[in-house]
């Protein structure tokens, strides 16, 4: 992504311009987890955009979906979650991650926006040491391997179907909702950047707002909501 903020800054950005890296040793995820890939692997892409600031808070959520729509058909038997805020889940195996940057410009109405896709396509987990216990890939899912570049090009295109909708004003957070697998349940976190040893605390996911924040309750009864910058989820435990 670091490249991709780099166009922007020298002025030489196309809006929905795609970036795909045939590798990648130090990707960056959602407070600084890396991503790791081989040589013509997975599919590594950023997209850089120029938004109005209202379509911004559900780009995530169009980055996410656009993940589910495209594995979806391969995978139809299987449960397909989205882990709040950011991963994509099948059966509880992590085979997605996505992020959203963006910085608003002083003379300029429209918002960068970088957005990055990572999709295990013919990853094999069990090679690489750094990857995290529950992770799993198209190419693991199907036993064979899979087209890169053809699922690339479905992925775009769902994502693309998804950015115009939030243009014309549509909502995409009732569908983004469906699939997160938190809602409903109790979790465990703690709070982020504070500098100190983490407080563990537990409260109900009640819902989501339009920005993608979690209404929380806790055992007190009180509500509020956290965003993704806030905290991190430890575990949760299904109460319904």
Request: hydrophobic share 40%.
């Amino acid at each position: 992504m670091n490249y991709a903020w780099n166009l922007f800054e020298q002025g030489k950005a196309e809006n929905g311009l795609v970036i795909l890296a045939d590798h990648q040793t130090s990707g960056r995820g959602r407070t600084g987890n890396k991503w790791f890939s081989n040589k013509g692997e997975d599919i590594l892409c950023s997209v850089l955009l120029k938004l109005k600031g209202n379509i911004v808070p559900e780009i995530l959520m169009a980055a996410a979906l656009s993940v589910v729509y495209t594995i979806k058909p391969y995978v139809d038997n299987a449960e397909i979650a989205i882990k709040w805020p950011n991963d994509i889940q099948i059966d509880g195996d992590k085979i997605s991650g996505v992020i959203a940057e963006s910085r608003f410009q002083q003379y300029d109405s429209l918002c960068n926006v970088v957005v990055g896709i990572g999709l295990n396509i013919n990853l094999d987990p069990s090679v690489h040491d750094l990857l995290p216990d529950r992770t799993t890939s198209m190419k693991t899912l199907l036993n064979r391997d899979v087209d890169r570049l053809f699922t690339l090009n479905l992925l775009i295109n769902h994502f693309d179907t998804l950015l115009q909708r939030l243009s014309n004003g549509e909502s995409v957070v009732n569908e983004w909702k469906s699939y997160l697998n938190c809602v409903g349940e109790e979790i465990t976190y703690s709070y982020l950047g504070t500098g100190k040893s983490p407080k563990y605390l537990k409260a109900l996911v009640e819902n989501v707002d339009s920005y993608g924040r979690l209404l929380l309750i806790d055992k007190s009864g009180s509500r509020y909501c956290v965003s993704a910058g806030d905290i991190r989820i430890i575990n949760r435990l299904n109460i319904s």
